[in-house]
């Protein structure tokens, strides 16, 4: 596709249910990442891929959260036991590398009640 | 460490009317630093980013920001609001560089009054 695509738009899901948020990169990027912006903060960085090498876990707000990314494509990102705190947009990003000043390129995200 | 400091949550202006929205960073090594704007319902787009070729950096949309080290500042402006300009503004800083490195402002949210 032409930009980043993220599926669902918009997901609201009961408290302790698990959810899965789904990105579909821009052809030819090798990296791809995960943000998650909740109401009144900036944009909290969650995990990195860049290519076939380990991702970068280090955002990741706790071991409910988890994600993948599969055949250096599509990534999905998993919440285990949703909480009311996970309501947020997570929003992915992809770009063709990750030295310097790369411009990431977002998706439109995935807005996450947690009710 | 590294943060990006947004003066101001919300900032009115007449259409017409120059449009600053203030930036302050915090970091330990000469930064790479970005603006990037969010239509209702969109995501992120970047306005513009500073890379140490230049001090005075144009973006997007008749969008240009200054970067000031003694003022550690990356202010971003326009001469002439519009009404397209109605969006919310987010400032970045990375130190190591890399999308994974970035540290967001909290956001400013930008109005125009017809």
């Known amino acids: 596709g032409a930009g980043v695509s993220q599926s669902p738009s918009n997901k609201v899901t009961e408290k302790g249910k698990d959810v899965e948020l789904r990105c579909d990169p821009i052809s030819g990027h090798t990296a791809l990442y995960w943000y998650r912006q909740s109401l009144g903060q900036g944009l909290e960085f969650l995990i990195y891929?860049?290519?076939?090498?380990?991702?970068?876990k280090s955002g990741l707000p706790s071991d409910r959260f988890s994600a993948e990314r599969t055949g250096g494509s599509v990534s999905t990102l998993t919440i285990q036991r949703t909480q009311q705190e996970d309501s947020a947009v997570y929003l992915c990003?992809?770009?063709?590398?990750?030295?310097?000043?790369?411009?990431?390129?977002f998706g439109q995200g995935t807005r996450l009640t947690v009710v | 460490a590294q943060s990006v400091t947004q003066l101001g949550s919300h900032v009115s202006v007449s259409e017409g009317a120059l449009v600053l929205l203030r930036c302050n960073y915090s970091?330990?090594?000469?930064?790479?630093l970005f603006w990037y704007v969010q239509y209702p319902n969109q995501g992120l787009q970047l306005l513009l980013k500073y890379t140490s070729a230049a001090t005075l950096v144009k973006g997007i949309n008749g969008f240009e920001a200054e970067f000031k080290k003694s003022e550690t500042s990356f202010h971003l402006t326009k001469p002439s609001a519009h009404m397209s300009d109605a969006a919310e503004y987010f400032c970045a800083v990375s130190d190591r560089g890399g999308a994974n490195n970035l540290f967001f402002g909290t956001g400013t949210r930008l109005t125009v009054i017809p």
């Open positions: 990003a992809s770009s063709y590398h990750n030295r310097g000043s790369t411009e990431a390129f």
């Open positions: 970091s330990s090594v000469p930064p790479y």
């Open positions: 891929f860049q290519g076939n090498s380990a991702p970068d």
